[in-house]
């Protein structure tokens, strides 16, 4: 499975970004989806996954507490594609955003998933 962020960028506090990762390969809807993010001298911190269909709780969602209520994670199966809606940004939300897979769900910031985007900047100014 490859994986190709897109939709960041520089935006306002308050303002919103849209962020997509398409997936390749046929079994897109088999896995997991979910987004990490890595702000300078940080460490790595889960954002928000969503789970495949053919899981217990198909389509489940699950957000860090700190996004909870201003990101939307999403997927479109028949486009191989997750999205990350963005609202009410704030300038801690600025790092670059992963986009990651696992056939299991995973929730936690030091989850492993087996593949990885190159990543994306969102960058939220004051």
């Known amino acids: 499975v490859q994986l190709v962020e897109s939709g960041g960028g520089l935006v306002q506090a308050g303002g919103s970004l849209r962020l997509s990762c398409a997936a390749s390969?046929?079994?897109?809807?088999?896995?997991?989806m979910g987004w990490f993010r890595q702000a300078p001298g940080k460490e790595r911190e889960f954002v928000a996954t969503?789970?495949?269909?053919?899981?217990?709780?198909?389509?489940?969602?699950y957000y860090r507490d700190s996004v909870k209520g201003r990101f939307t994670i999403s997927r479109d199966n028949a486009k191989n594609t997750v999205y990350l809606q963005m609202n009410s940004l704030k300038p801690e939300d600025t790092a670059v955003y992963y986009c990651?897979?696992?056939?299991?769900?995973?929730?936690?910031?030091?989850?492993?998933?087996?593949?990885w985007g190159q990543g994306t900047q969102v960058t939220v100014s004051s």
């Open positions: 990651a897979a696992d056939r299991a769900p995973f929730y936690s910031d030091d989850a492993l998933p087996d593949y």
């Open positions: 390969g046929r079994t897109f809807s088999s896995y997991a």
């Open positions: 969503i789970r495949s269909i053919y899981s217990w709780s198909s389509g489940h969602t």
